[in-house]
């Protein structure tokens, strides 16, 4: 009776060993280093922090002036157009003025 006592707790034994090597197996580790946060590590951190900070607001007003840039060139172009058209108004109306003004002379020739 005691052998197979013996055998049934060595075999126990052996599949709760088994059951904890597959357990500690499926552990992950993820290191990370200590550091005391001290003032001076605080303040390293916070202007690193502002840096990037920093760097996002400049890029985003460097997209802002871009942006805006854009919209100035959009109306820029906008009286460029304004202004073609009416030229092109003022010279078909002096080009009218000008045949009326020579229709009539010829007019007055032929009197």
Do not use: G
């Not at 059951?19 to 992950?28: E, G, M, S, V, Y």
């Not at 985003?60 to 820029?76: A, C, H, P, S, Y």
């Amino acid at each position: 009776m005691s052998l197979s006592v013996n055998l049934y707790l060595f075999q126990l034994n052996k599949l709760s060993t088994l059951h904890f090597a597959r357990r500690a197996k499926n552990i992950k580790n993820k290191p990370k280093i200590n550091e005391d946060l001290d003032q001076k590590a605080l303040i390293r951190q916070y202007e690193s922090e502002l840096q990037k900070l920093r760097n996002e607001l400049e890029t985003k007003n460097k997209e802002i002036n871009t942006n805006e840039l854009v919209m100035e060139l959009e109306q820029q172009k906008k009286r460029a157009e304004e202004d073609k058209n009416m030229a092109i108004i003022m010279m078909e109306q002096a080009s009218k003025r000008y045949l009326d003004e020579r229709q009539e002379k010829r007019k007055l020739e032929v009197c």
